[in-house]
């Protein structure tokens, strides 16, 4: 169990509203962008060529209702997250958006709705390597409690990667 830790910096949690049938093409797109840039430098060739723009709209479709929540107009989105359980599954904002403060209330957003589904410690897994996302956890009060190889799974077969495990204690 990990001690509890200060809640995120941020003034308020960023508006979420449900991913709608609208934010699939352009959130694919924005998702696509945000791993390359954080995970092809440390990305294997053959993963690489499994994360086609296709496989992250393949992901969103299939996705279950609720599980991603999203920021921005409709059509448009700046950011979103996905939650599977206790897990902060994904966190992308909009490469061209980077800077401009929307990370952190989104955080704050995720978390929050962590907490009210009673989840007293949160996790979520950044790949070894994705430097500036480790800062931001880190920054947001998520603190590293492992590092620890795992099996990717995709739709070319799994792929070997290592990736840092945050924790972060929601709940008292």
């Known amino acids: 169990m990990t001690a509890p830790v200060e809640a995120s910096p941020h003034l308020d949690p ?34 690489a060529r499994a994360r086609r723009l296709e496989s992250f709209l393949a992901r969103l479709e299939a996705a279950p209702a609720g599980e991603i929540q999203v920021t921005g ?12 359980g206790s897990c902060l599954d994904q966190f992308y904002v909009d490469p061209a958006l980077r800077g401009q403060g929307l990370a952190m209330p989104l955080i704050a957003a995720a978390e929050a709705r962590l907490a009210a589904a009673g989840v007293e410690t949160a996790w979520l897994l950044c790949v070894v390597g994705n430097d500036r996302a480790a800062r931001f956890y880190e920054k947001a009060g998520w603190h590293r409690a492992a590092t620890t190889p795992m099996q990717l799974q995709t739709a070319d077969g799994p792929f070997e990667i290592v990736v840092w495990r945050y924790e972060k204690r929601l709940l008292p």
């Open 14 to 47: 960023a508006p979420m509203r449900p991913l709608g049938p609208a934010d699939i093409p352009p959130l694919a797109r924005l998702w696509h962008q945000g791993w390359r840039d954080g995970h092809l430098a440390s990305a294997s060739a053959g993963l």
């Open 73 to 84: 107009p409709e059509g448009k989105p700046s950011g979103f997250f996905w939650l599977k």
